[in-house]
Structures are given as structure tokens and as C-alpha cells.
């Protein structure tokens, strides 16, 4: 289906593709990775046909509608969301259309040829609606947006109201309501919280499309990749499976290569002590001459040259107090908006902790109160003996001044290093040479994140507080980083939305909901479980009334246990059937509406009812009213049946069952 053909592409001396193939093939769900600079996103714009070769060509045959996310983030248009959908996907101009079509009809007379014209041309109108299902877009359009975290309140705010992330999903939430026939998709989870990024995952799984998708989350190229392409020095591989098959395969090519390297040296090896030895004797003349005609054609493997790679690692840091910060009765409020009230919370030293929860439920502002940025409303905060903090902001604005080159960046730490220390760790970071006399300004995201964390690490610091410090690393560099902060020895506070990082890294969670702090002791996938449970965690108490001892594990069940666990099932059981009855309520009047809804845009369609403009006018009230019931059945089955898929995958304390 995309067919991409020898081709070639250099920025001035740096070459990005080198006779690049590809045969891309209908319904592929394709990974694309490689470190970064590597030439990912340019192969994208490249298929799109926003880049000019050198050489080659990319041939895609027919006529393919594509939907593309780009990373950087997007400037709307100042409509309403339902209205700049409408408008991105044509649905506003054929309603006008239909609108117009509707008055002129009605004023024109029946027996002149204007008459005819008009109902054909409203007929073509009427029809391109139909075809874009125009009737239910609305209501498809609200779905998807709530998917991605949208409230009912915003549908009428302007695309220009929201910040960069924001803007970032309903981009993404136009795409997938287009349904393209290839989706090209630039680091999509980027901007996403968990639930979202979950979201996400279950609609592209329907997704019949050809799906190319740059990412740095493993989950989610596990989840939804059955192909992986690796841009690495110029040339693309391809792995058929997911990324942890990825992972296997391209360590047990490269063993193999590695066999096949020295068989063949041992062979060449071969080869020239027999043409040495006999050299210079008549008898052999021919044999050697062979073995140097053979030795002339090998093609002489060589393992590809590695990219570099940062060696990250925190030096040692002074050692603070056992209670590295506590807050007691902590509220913060902007107006009338209260964004979290009377959190308690204690961290103590060595702590490594995760901080989740949706966009805008207020991890970025307790970081920043937490780190001194920001003022609280009310409440205290208490730091420990000799805490000394450094604060990474997800807005390398704040992290780095873009008017400074990188060295002058690094010289104005504070750290008491020496240049030449300093320069090494600017070559860990992969920054050498010339590099460092660049400007800020002009860096990659990734870039910018490197010289941020390593600011950090020249601070002497003790307790990190990092603000999605992961965004634009690479898979290979989020490793590093992630290695390097399980050996540093003082105490993290991290917000990130990258699932196996966290996993692998955090020990405790935090999440904040609807204003409220709930703690889980566990990693990240120990948090994911436990939030699917009916019951809500209880918020964290305050430090005086916290219990001095955990409870015991694997102890034998009292009576009143047992008769909770039978009345927790009773409930679960009768919550289930009354949602049950609920849903299949709402089934048989959606598709009796439906059924309905087929018949009317089929008498729309009948040639005697062509000729009624009155006839005309009723149906397509009749059409929108049906929509409109539709649309609150939708919204409402959807509701009906989040709640019985929460039931489903809901289980009893595992300390009340046998």
C-alpha cells in the first residue's frame, strides 16, 4: 500500500536516509523507533510528502486520506470544539449547504428548471451528510473528546482557551474521529495522562487503518504494534512483533552476526596464510591466484557502528533528615477554583515516589509548592535537617535560559566542579566539541531535557522533584536516567506518565483525585490494580492519626469478615443486574430509533418527496429530532456501561476471601 523506493536524504553534511526500502502493507500497526535524531519523524513528514528527497520515491496508490499528529505542539483555530470539528471535517459547510439548499427550495416554484436543479443539488448535499454519518457526528465527536478527558462544560469553550497538551488531544481526537485510512502518529501519549493513554489504546485496537506510530512508551507499542521499524545509521530494519519481541529479536541477531563475523575472519584467516605460504611456488600458482580472486569478492561483515550513548550517573549527595518534608492540612485554591484541600502527607529519606493523577488534577502545582515555587493557600509545609532541593519543570523554560549557550548554561550552576569535570559530564550527556558553544534556544525537546537533568546533577542536591522529565528522551536515554535514579541515593518525588518507567522505578504512588490525595504502597502496577477496585482508597490521614502498626497478612478471617465479603458479593450482584437491565433498556430503544432513522433518510431519498419541499422540511426535523434522542441514548449507554465494566473487573479485598 505505501511503497518506498531507494530513497536518500541528507541536511547538509549530516545524511538522515541512505537507499531507504519499505513495502508497507494494508492494516499494518507499525512501531517506528531509534534514537533520537535519527530521522523518525522526517520519514513521517517524508510519506506525508512534505519533505523533498534527494533520491527515490514513496508511491501510494489510489487516493488515501491521512490523519497526522506532529509532536510540536499545534495552533487551533478560535472555534468552539464541536465547531472546529465540524469545520476540520466538512460537517459545518454541508449543513449550511443543506440549510441554504432548504430556503431556496421552499421560495423557488415547482414547475421551473431552477426548481430541478436545486433538488438535485440538494439531494448531493444531503447525501455527502449521510456519508459522514452527520446526523450522530455530534454525538461521536462529545464521545471521543470525553475520552480523552473533556468535560461537558468545555465543548463550548475555544480551541485557543486550552494550553499546548490540551490542544495536542483534540488534534488527536479530530484524527481518530476521521477515521483516515493511514494515521501517522508523532510521540501521541506524550500529552496524556493513564487514563487516557488507556483510552486511546482500546480505540486503536478497532482501528482498521494503517497505523504508523512514533513512540517512546513501551506499554504502549507492546499494546498495539505488530511491526517494528528501527531507524538506526541511516538504515531501517524491520522486526515482525511487538517491542519486547523487538528487544529479543535484535539481541539474537546480533549474537548471530557476531558468530557469522568471526567464522568468517577465521575463514579469510584461512584463506591468506595459504596464499603466504605458497606464495611463490609455481605449482600452487593457480590455487593461489583462486584464493585471492575469492578473498576479492567477500563481502566483509561488520557490525553496525553504535550511536552514542549518555553514562549517566548521580554523584554522591549529603545526607539530610529522616522526614524529608511534611505537609499538614496543605489547600490550594485560584479563585474560586479549589484544586486540592487538606492534603497531609510525609516524605521520608530514600523515598522514591510517584506522583499521578489526569491532567489538571494538580500534580504540577504540589510540586511547585512543594519545591518552593509556588505559595499555598493554607496548610504547612516542614522540611527536614539539610534538604536541599532541586526542581525539574516540564516547561524547559524554567529549567534553562535560552539566551545563554550550553556552556555558559553549565558555568552559571553553582557547582564547585572543576571545567574539566564539567566537560566530562557534557560529553556523558552527549554534548562535545563545538556543541557547547550552541545557543539554548536552538536545541531539540531532548536536548534541552539532557542539559536540564544535568544542571540538576551539578546542583549537589538531595531530594529531586521532576516534572515529566522523561518527554522527549529516547527509549535508550529514559533507560539510562532510569538506572541512574535507582542508584542515587537521596530522595525522589517524580510525575510521569510513562508506565514502565515508573514501574521499574517507584516504590510508593500517589494519587491525587478530585482534590483529594490517596496513597498506594506499591509500584505503578500494583496502583493501576488496586484503582479498579470499587471502593476508593481511603485519603491519607494526618500524621498524628496514622496507626503505628501495619496489619498483619495471611491471618485467618473473623465472622464479621466473612459477612462483609458475603454482603460486598450481595451488592456487587444486584449492582451488576440492575446496570444489566439498564443497558439492554437502552439497547432496544437505540435500535428501534436507528431502525427508524434508516426508514426517514430513505423516504428522503424517494423521488416523489424530492418534489415536496413541505414533505422535505418534515422529514429532516423528524431526522433530527431521532438524532438527538440518539445522541442522549449513546451518552448514556456509554455511562451505563463504564460503570458495569467497573463492576466486572472489580474484585473483594483479597484480605476478606478464602
Given at each position: 500500500m505505501i511503497q518506498i523506493n531507494n530513497i536518500s536524504l541528507a541536511f547538509g553534511e549530516k545524511r538522515i536516509f541512505d537507499r531507504l526500502n519499505w513495502f508497507i502493507t494494508e492494516k499494518s500497526r507499525i512501531g517506528l523507533v531509534g534514537d533520537n535524531g535519527q530521522g523518525k519523524t522526517t520519514l513521517l513528514r517524508a510519506i506525508m510528502g512534505q519533505v523533498d528527497l534527494d533520491e527515490g520515491s514513496i508511491d501510494i496508490p489510489g487516493k488515501k486520506t491521512f490523519g497526522y499528529l506532529p509532536q510540536d505542539i499545534v495552533e487551533l483555530e478560535p472555534l468552539s470544539l464541536i465547531g472546529y470539528f465540524k469545520k476540520r471535517s466538512g460537517i459545518a459547510d454541508l449543513e449550511e449547504s443543506i440549510g441554504n439548499h432548504e430556503k431556496q427550495i421552499a421560495a423557488c416554484p415547482p414547475e421551473s428548471e431552477e426548481y430541478e436543479q436545486l433538488l438535485g443539488s440538494y439531494e448531493e448535499s444531503m447525501a455527502a451528510f449521510q456519508a459522514r454519518d452527520g446526523f450522530s457526528f455530534e454525538a461521536r465527536a462529545k464521545q471521543m473528546l470525553k475520552g480523552f478527558g473533556f468535560r461537558e462544560e468545555d465543548f463550548a469553550k475555544k480551541c485557543t482557551d486550552f494550553s499546548g497538551g490540551w490542544k495536542m488531544r483534540i488534534l488527536l481526537g479530530f484524527i481518530l474521529l476521521s477515521r483516515p485510512d493511514i494515521m501517522l502518529l508523532d510521540e501521541p501519549t506524550n500529552h496524556l495522562d493513564t487514563e487516557s493513554m488507556e483510552w486511546l489504546e482500546n480505540h486503536l485496537r478497532d482501528y482498521q487503518g494503517t497505523l504508523i506510530a512514533i513512540s517512546h512508551d513501551r506499554v504502549f507499542l507492546d499494546k498495539l504494534a505488530r511491526q517494528i521499524g528501527e531507524l538506526e545509521n541511516h538504515v531501517l530494519t524491520i522486526y515482525k512483533g511487538n517491542y519486547t519481541y523487538y528487544l529479543r529479536e535484535k539481541e539474537n541477531r546480533l549474537e548471530a552476526l557476531k558468530k557469522e563475523m568471526a567464522l568468517q575472519r577465521s575463514e579469510i584467516k584461512k584463506i591468506n596464510e595459504f596464499i603466504e605460504r605458497f606464495r611463490y611456488k609455481s605449482t600452487k600458482a593457480k590455487q593461489v591466484q583462486s584464493r585471492i580472486r575469492t578473498l576479492e569478492k567477500f563481502d566483509v561483515l561488520k557490525q553496525a557502528e553504535k550511536t552514542k550513548t549518555a553514562a549517566i550517573k548521580f554523584p554522591p549527595c549529603s545526607k539530610s533528615g529522616r522526614e524529608v518534608v511534611s505537609l499538614q492540612s496543605l489547600t490550594k485554591q485560584y479563585g474560586d477554583l479549589e484544586v486540592?484541600?487538606?492534603?497531609?502527607?510525609?516524605?521520608?529519606?530514600?523515598?522514591?515516589?510517584?506522583?499521578?493523577?489526569?491532567?489538571?488534577?494538580?500534580?504540577?502545582?504540589?510540586?511547585?509548592?512543594?519545591?518552593?515555587?509556588?505559595?499555598?493557600?493554607?496548610?504547612?509545609?516542614?522540611?527536614?535537617?539539610?534538604?536541599?532541593?532541586?526542581?525539574?519543570?516540564?516547561?524547559?523554560?524554567?529549567?534553562?535560559?535560552?539566551?545563554?549557550?550550553?556552556?555558559?548554561?553549565?558555568?552559571?550552576?553553582?557547582?564547585?566542579?572543576?571545567?574539566?569535570?564539567?566537560?566530562?559530564?557534557?560529553?556523558?550527556?552527549?554534548?562535545?566539541?563545538?556543541?557547547?558553544?550552541?545557543?539554548?534556544?536552538?536545541?531539540?525537546?531532548?536536548?534541552?531535557?539532557?542539559?536540564?537533568?544535568?544542571?540538576?546533577?551539578?546542583?549537589?542536591?538531595?531530594?529531586?522533584?521532576?516534572?515529566?522529565?522523561?518527554?522527549?528522551?529516547?527509549?535508550?536515554?529514559?533507560?539510562?536516567?532510569?538506572?541512574?535514579?535507582?542508584?542515587?541515593?537521596?530522595?525522589?518525588?517524580?510525575?510521569?506518565?510513562?508506565?514502565?518507567?515508573?514501574?521499574?522505578?517507584?516504590?510508593?504512588?500517589?494519587?491525587?483525585?478530585?482534590?483529594?490525595?490517596?496513597?498506594?504502597?506499591?509500584?505503578?502496577?500494583?496502583?493501576?490494580?488496586?484503582?479498579?477496585?470499587?471502593?476508593?482508597?481511603?485519603?491519607?490521614?494526618?500524621?498524628?492519626?496514622?496507626?503505628?502498626?501495619?496489619?498483619?497478612?495471611?491471618?485467618?478471617?473473623?465472622?464479621?469478615?466473612?459477612?462483609?465479603?458475603?454482603e460486598a458479593r450481595n451488592r456487587l450482584s444486584r449492582m451488576r443486574s440492575d446496570l444489566k437491565k439498564k443497558v439492554s433498556a437502552v439497547e432496544e430503544k437505540v435500535n428501534r430509533l436507528e431502525r427508524e432513522k434508516i426508514v426517514k433518510e430513505q423516504e428522503l431519498c424517494a423521488p416523489e418527496v424530492c418534489r415536496a419541499p413541505g414533505k422535505i422540511k418534515t422529514l429532516n426535523r423528524e431526522l433530527m429530532t431521532i438524532s438527538r434522542e440518539l445522541e442522549e441514548l449513546y451518552e448514556n449507554w456509554h455511562g451505563l456501561a463504564q460503570q458495569l465494566d467497573d463492576i466486572d473487573t472489580a474484585d473483594v479485598d483479597d484480605s476478606l476471601i478464602n
Open positions: 486540592f484541600k487538606n492534603i497531609n502527607l510525609t516524605v521520608y529519606r530514600g523515598d522514591k515516589i510517584a506522583l499521578v493523577g489526569i491532567n489538571g488534577a494538580g500534580k504540577t502545582t504540589l510540586t511547585r509548592i512543594i519545591s518552593k515555587e509556588e505559595e499555598p493557600t493554607s496548610g504547612d509545609l516542614h522540611y527536614g535537617l539539610n534538604v536541599k532541593m532541586a526542581f525539574f519543570s516540564q516547561e524547559s523554560v524554567k529549567n534553562l535560559d535560552y539566551e545563554k549557550t550550553i556552556w555558559e548554561e553549565v558555568n552559571a550552576a553553582g557547582s564547585k566542579s572543576s571545567d574539566l569535570e564539567r566537560r566530562n559530564l557534557l560529553g556523558a550527556f552527549l554534548f562535545s566539541g563545538d556543541d557547547i558553544r550552541k545557543e539554548i534556544k536552538v536545541l531539540s525537546g531532548g536536548e534541552k531535557s539532557r542539559l536540564a537533568l544535568l544542571k540538576i546533577m551539578l546542583q549537589d542536591a538531595n531530594f529531586l522533584i521532576l516534572d515529566e522529565p522523561t518527554n522527549h528522551l529516547d527509549i535508550k536515554t529514559k533507560d539510562i536516567f532510569q538506572n541512574a535514579l535507582l542508584h542515587y541515593q537521596g530522595t525522589v518525588l517524580i510525575v510521569s506518565h510513562d508506565r514502565y518507567f515508573l514501574d521499574c522505578l517507584v516504590r510508593r504512588v500517589l494519587e491525587i483525585r478530585q482534590g483529594n490525595l490517596y496513597e498506594y504502597s506499591g509500584n505503578y502496577s500494583y496502583f493501576i490494580e488496586k484503582r479498579r477496585e470499587v471502593s476508593a482508597p481511603v485519603p491519607m490521614p494526618a500524621p498524628e492519626d496514622m496507626a503505628t502498626e501495619a496489619p498483619q497478612k495471611g491471618r485467618y478471617k473473623t465472622k464479621d469478615e466473612k459477612r462483609r465479603e458475603a
